[in-house]
């Protein structure tokens, strides 16, 4: 209703309607156990003036979000996902979409990267946040582990350090809190109204109740710079968003020009949608059904699970005496699923029935009468969706598919084209059924592609009858005007429009739009297409160029996920070459396509697509070592567990890799028959081990048998070809070689048993080359070891013997001359002065002097202790010589008894103390020797208050300073040694008092 309120009483109101305070923000909260999906749109545009939105900018992304306990602490968390991420321009001549999860197919740059690629780390990463119900806010809590993952995932993609410190701080500080900026909005809906004047004449309000929902619409009248409107739409009970929309105009500097005409004002819509909001699924789901008058038994049900290509998962039951049946299996992605009724080796049509599914989904119908189509009734989960799928397949006569080896076909004979037509301009129909929106688009979307698939296919065909020779029309029925029309249809259709992922209409939509445009360029040889046949899809004989040339045309007509999917199988294709020895061409054109695949797991950013591209490459290096074996379970005719090497020992063995059952089974049983002197082993897949094991009774076979239950994995994951080929190994599991027919791999086999002499083959050859080198490296690296160790002892061996020079040298220094006449000149004045005692005293301590200093020489190291006492002893004497005094102190914490010093470190430096500095002093003469333990070790100190070194060199006597240069160079040696520092420094002092001191630094103990 329109409500002519002034605009402060309807906020008023609204807020006491809806128990909100005035001003507040809208507080929403997420449901526990619930997985919600919002789609954001930012979409930027300008306005016509018929109305109509021109030149869009528009950006889409796709947030899943799961509030439930996890984790070990069984913690509640909101866990956010965004799945899709994408900038589209639809209004330019040639549309440009831009898709961060599966971007332009480059070879990286990393260096020049665009302003906008952090934005690709997002679909690589999962943000999870805890929850404050009271304010609805938000916090991220594992921002550490995003930024660790980052920084994985960019050294992956080739960038620099430098770079990928860039990236993250980029990510970290805008990416991340934009993020989580607008997941915030989707619990905190702004409530402020509009800027500027609030009269009533500026609005159109609308305010209502209908339970559960709540809504508000607020639109100005004038479109004028500013907020223009604003729409809300939440649930009442538990406070959840369905909706958010605002729309922003902006003035703008420069006009922008579109279709030569100017525009001044620029429009930003942002919305926030809710499209699914479910329990928490699981990846499975149920299909159960009854069926009356069915007459064969087997039910086949399809699913797509690989992130690319177009082959099924199958999975076989059978009804029971009730006519019913149920299957429970893995589905990971919302998807069209299929059943199909009877035997695929019946020919004609079979019934088949789709169904739309979803993990966690649980489907159910009841059919009855004679004839396909039956009378049925659907239940439980998109009852009224698997209705719309089936009404409009039973109205429309054009789906007329079937199951074909994990491949979805249908019959091209039995098309009608007017059905077609009718279909096709059914396709805007809008949601009558008042299904679930999300599941009606999707279904919608597959049934468009298909439509797409259908009419490309009479486009290739009606161009290919009018130009066969006879000039015959096919399709006289489609007439000028009808062909022309079509032709327009695709060519200004955008098939991102209606794009599926997980749609296997969709992905063949992308194969058979690739093969038109590359057969309408020329780009490829002409096409022939049998009576029955799916759309192609990058079949064997559509190519003719080389592969660079097939990936760039192939990226110059699709875009994200599309190309994608058609690329990986093409580069399948290349990959499953069996040649045993490829030409150049082919060798040239398998290492493109092992770059090609490394290429797709360095920019691709979805992390299942990775994961399988990783896995294909895993399987492919595999195959190229000679000794490699297969080593999944397969199951023989008597139902036991057998593994391919069970067959190695006796015989060599050639493994039939069978696309289908029945293929060449009984030529393979004559060849088994002629030649015992080989094993003939038959591999084949399925989902139902029964029906097979059936089956093998029925046939009777004499070659061996295997069967994968391909329930997880098929035979393309496991083998190196997707398509029928043989695989030879000889008695030993060593692989002889492919063969692409029997007869060759017969001939092949058989050869190997009349080799002359056991020859080594490659990979063996590889293995002794590899091994012969690591011996050589060991013996090489030996040498080098042995080598350096022996100059390391002759090094070691000169630094002794120069140690001990030096210290013979020390010794002779320290017993200086002078020392030595004036001891003896004292002893001759005590002795003349009748002083014997004295004189006894005096020679008493000398010869232990001597003595101390000749033991001292032998040692490298002697205790702190033992050093200070010889020093003391020698200043004792010389003192007896002239009047000084002299102190020893140590810090309280050093023990000197186990502080362990060069020997003789101390004598050189008091004797150039004492000869030198205070014997050429007159007045008071002092000496100090301090011994103190400071960060780096012990540090001794030696000062005198003498003449100074400056004035000790002036004096006209003889010197003797050897002894404290040679202590200097036994220290550096000492320090070379060990690795230690060892440090001498001496001073000249010149405040307060002249003289000098020596430092010496000793590093703590080893």
Not at 789 to 818: D, G, Y
Request: net charge negative; hydrophobic share 35%; glycine share 4%.
């Amino acid at each position: 209703m329109k409500a002519k309120l002034a605009v402060p009483m309807f906020i008023i109101l609204f807020s006491s309607f809806y128990g909100i305070a005035q001003n507040e923000p809208i507080r929403l909260i997420p449901e526990f156990g619930k997985q919600t999906i919002y789609e954001s749109t930012e979409l930027t545009y300008i306005l016509s003036d018929d109305n109509e939105k021109q030149n869009r900018f528009i950006k889409k992304k796709t947030y899943e979000l799961k509030f439930d306990k996890f984790g070990p602490e069984n913690k509640e968390v909101l866990k956010v996902n965004i799945t899709k991420n994408t900038l589209e321009k639809p209004d330019q001549p040639t549309p440009e979409v831009k898709d961060y999860r599966f971007p332009y197919f480059q070879e990286a740059f990393p260096e020049n990267t665009s302003p906008d690629f952090t934005e690709t780390l997002l679909s690589r990463l999962t943000l999870e946040y805890s929850f404050d119900f009271e304010t609805s806010t938000i916090e991220l809590l594992n921002l550490e582990e995003l930024l660790m993952e980052a920084r994985k995932i960019l050294r992956e993609k080739g960038l620099s350090p430098g770079k990928i410190d860039n990236r993250i701080v980029d990510f970290n500080e805008k990416i991340i809190p934009a993020t989580t900026s607008q997941i915030q909005q989707i619990f905190q809906i702004p409530q402020a109204s509009f800027s500027g004047s609030l009269n009533i004449k500026n609005f159109d309000i609308h305010l209502s109740l209908e339970k559960p929902w709540a809504y508000l619409k607020q639109k100005r009248w004038e479109k004028e710079p500013g907020l223009y409107s604003k729409e809300i739409v939440y649930e009442v009970e538990k406070r959840y968003l369905k909706k958010y929309n605002t729309v922003e105009i902006d003035s703008v500097k420069y006009p922008i020009l579109f279709e030569n005409k100017k525009y001044n004002l620029k429009h930003t819509e942002n919305d926030i949608s809710l499209k699914v909001s479910k329990t928490i699924p699981q990846n499975r789901f149920t299909i159960s059904g009854k069926i009356e008058n069915l007459r064969n038994k087997k039910i086949t049900l399809a699913v797509l699970r690989s992130p690319f290509g177009t082959q099924l998962f199958e999975e076989s039951v059978f009804l029971d005496e009730n006519n019913s049946f149920q299957i429970e299996t893995e589905l990971n992605h919302p998807q069209l699923i299929y059943l199909q009724f009877g035997n695929i080796n019946s020919p004609g049509n079979l019934p088949m029935m789709a169904f739309y599914a979803e993990p966690g989904s649980r489907i159910h119908f009841e059919a009855t009468g004679e004839t396909f189509p039956w009378e049925v009734t659907f239940s439980e989960d998109f009852a009224g969706t698997s209705k719309l799928l089936y009404d409009w397949r039973k109205e429309y006569n054009i789906f007329n598919q079937r199951l074909d080896w994990s491949t979805l076909s249908f019959f091209s004979s039995d098309l009608s084209y007017s059905d077609f037509t009718k279909a096709f301009n059914n396709l805007s129909s809008p949601n009558k059924n008042n299904v679930e929106q999300h599941a009606f688009e999707f279904v919608k979307n597959e049934t468009k592609a298909y439509l797409f698939n259908i009419l490309i296919y009479y486009l290739s065909m009606e161009e290919w009858s009018r130009s066969a020779s006879n000039g015959r029309v096919r399709f006289e029925e489609i007439g000028e005007e009808g062909f022309l029309k079509m032709k327009n249809i695709l060519d200004t259709t955008n098939i991102y429009d209606f794009y599926n992922e997980y749609g296997i209409h969709s992905r063949q939509l992308a194969g058979s739009y690739v093969n038109y445009f590359f057969k309408k360029n020329k780009i490829i040889d002409e096409l022939g297409f049998p009576e029955f046949a799916a759309i192609p899809i990058l079949s064997s004989y559509i190519f003719h160029n080389d592969l660079p040339y097939q990936v760039e045309a192939t990226k110059s007509i699709l875009a994200g996920h599309a190309l994608y999917s058609v690329l990986t199988e093409l580069l399948l294709r290349e990959k499953s070459d069996i040649s045993n020895q490829p030409n150049q061409f082919e060798s040239y054109t398998q290492q493109k396509a092992d770059e090609y695949l490394n290429l797709m797991t360095r920019v691709c950013n979805d992390k299942g697509f990775i994961s399988s591209i990783k896995e294909i490459i895993d399987n492919q290096q595999n195959w190229e070592d000679e000794i490699f074996v297969p080593s999944n379970k397969f199951f023989n005719e008597n139902a036991e567990p057998v593994y391919m090497s069970d067959f190695f020992g006796d015989k060599p063995t050639i493994f039939y890799i069978a696309n289908n059952w029945s293929a060449e089974r009984y030529f393979w049983d004559d060849l088994a028959n002629e030649n015992p002197e080989i094993n003939f082993v038959l591999v084949m897949e399925g989902s139902n081990i029964q029906e097979w094991l059936d089956y093998e009774k029925r046939a009777e076979p004499v070659a061996h048998q295997l069967f994968l239950i391909n329930e997880d994995v098929k035979l393309r994951d496991i083998f190196k070809s997707n398509s029928r080929h043989f695989i030879l190994y000889d008695k030993n599991g060593v692989r002889i070689g492919f063969a692409g027919n029997a007869v060759t791999a017969r001939d092949m086999a058989k050869k190997s048993l009349n080799a002359p002499s056991k020859q080594l083959n490659k990979s063996q050859l590889k293995t002794i080359i590899i091994v012969l080198l690591i011996l050589l490296t060991l013996l090489i690296l030996s040498l080098l070891i042995w080598r350096w160790r022996v100059r390391q002892r002759f090094r070691k061996e000169q630094q002794q013997r120069r140690l001990r020079e030096l210290e013979l040298t020390a010794i002779r220094s320290q017993m200086n001359p002078h020392f030595l006449f004036n001891s003896l000149n004292s002893v001759q004045n005590l002795v003349q002065q009748n002083k014997g005692r004295e004189a006894h005293l005096y020679l008493a301590d000398f010869a232990g002097l001597i003595r101390k200093v000749l033991q001292n020489s032998e040692k490298e190291e002697v205790s702190l202790a033992e050093e200070l006492e010889m020093i003391n002893q020698y200043l004792n004497l010389e003192k007896l010589r002239f009047d000084f005094d002299f102190t020893i102190s140590v810090e309280d914490k050093i023990d000197t008894n186990n502080t362990m010093v060069p020997s003789m470190l101390l004598q050189p430096f008091a004797e150039n103390a004492v000869i030198h500095g205070l014997q050429n002093k007159t007045g008071y003469r002092q000496l100090k020797i301090e011994v103190a333990r400071d960060k780096s070790g012990i540090k001794i100190t030696i000062e005198d208050n003498g003449v100074g070194r400056e004035a000790a060199k002036n004096i006209a006597k003889a010197k003797n300073g050897k002894g404290s240069k040679l202590m200097k160079d036994r220290l550096e040696i000492l320090q070379e040694k060990h690795g230690e520092k060892y440090h001498l420094e001496t001073i000249d002092l010149t405040e307060n008092d002249i003289g000098t001191r020596v430092e010496i630094q000793i590093p703590d103990e080893r």
